[in-house]
């Protein structure tokens, strides 16, 4: 099943929109933080985990760089937080061993920062749960990221691996919606480009087109 999950560490969001979208987690990284200001970290994201619930995924992104700091940050983040979390790692060569080490102790991971099929499929091969190609960054750098999500998802099913493609990084909704068709399972979204979505001027003059209508015929704004 399709999975959206809002790519932000905004409480007033997450409370405010997880009760009206279908959404199944939260995505979070050090620049997303940043966007909150310098918040009580972990109480934060348990804070999260209250306003998702345990039925929805939550990921969060280490900070070091190397094997050894990459797993103490997988250990920390599962032992402030819970231990439900899926640790979001970058796909570097550190990255890879990382996951295998993680993955062996059946850690939650989220393989980022994706440029490429041969990270994607080398972060599959390492026994990520997901992982994160990066569709507007891709784009930017004049890299077909629809042919690369294809791709990867043939990859996924001829080997029938575990593991399911999350794109990120989007900049408007018609690369959320390039991405689901290519093959992703999953797309993390900032919730205003949701809220886009939904927002169209002429969505909004379509209703209020109905609206009118009934009253014009029967006088009243609610049906019978």
Known sequence: MMEILFDTAN??????????????????????????????????????RQLLGAE???HI???????????ADAHRLR??????????????????????LLRDEGV????????????GMLAVAAGANYIAPYFNRMESLDI????????LSRFIDRHGADCKIMAASFKNVAQVSAALEAGAHAV???????????????????VAVFAADWHETFGTDTLP
Not at 79 to 100: H, L, N, S, W, Y
Not at 111 to 116: E, L
Not at 145 to 151: A, L, R
Request: no cysteine; charged share 20%.
């Open 11 to 48: 409480l007033a969001d997450i409370e405010e929109m997880t009760p009206l979208y279908p959404v199944s987690g939260v995505t979070s990284n050090p620049t997303i933080i940043k966007a909150e200001g310098r918040i009580d970290f972990y109480n934060h994201f348990r804070r999260i």
């Open 56 to 58: 929805r995924t939550l």
């Open 188 to 206: 993390t979204v900032p919730p205003r480009l949701l809220r886009a979505a939904l927002a169209a001027p002429d969505i909004i003059q379509a």
């Open 61 to 71: 992104q280490v900070l070091s760089q190397d094997v050894a700091g990459i797993v």
């Open 144 to 151: 077909d990221t629809v042919s690369t999500i294809k791709s």
């Open 108 to 119: 939650g991971v989220t393989a980022t920062a994706i440029y490429s099929k041969a990270q």
């Open 79 to 100: 032992e402030m937080v819970d231990d439900q979390v899926f640790v979001k790692i970058p796909t570097t060569e550190q990255g890879i061993q990382a996951m295998r």
